[in-house]
């Protein structure tokens, strides 16, 4: 039985078209921490509202509190 190795994924391999995708960004970070935590504060809170409707919908919140 023959087991075949993975190579590392290089430029040679890579086809053209992939590498002119990735190469204008390959030096740049994916994301800085500043912006992390800006994405999890805007994701708590599209959750929180997500949850505010929920209730809403589901009759747990009265209309008087909307």
Not at 9 to 29: F, G, H, K, R, V
Request: proline share 5%.
């Amino acid at each position: 039985m023959e087991v075949e190795v993975d190579a590392p994924l290089t430029a040679e391999t890579q086809s053209d078209e992939e590498q002119a995708i990735t190469e204008p960004y390959q030096n740049e970070p994916i994301a800085d921490a500043e912006w992390v935590a800006n994405y999890y504060e805007e994701r708590q809170e599209q959750e929180d509202r997500l949850e505010m409707l929920r209730c809403r919908f589901e009759g747990h919140a009265t209309v008087e509190s909307w």
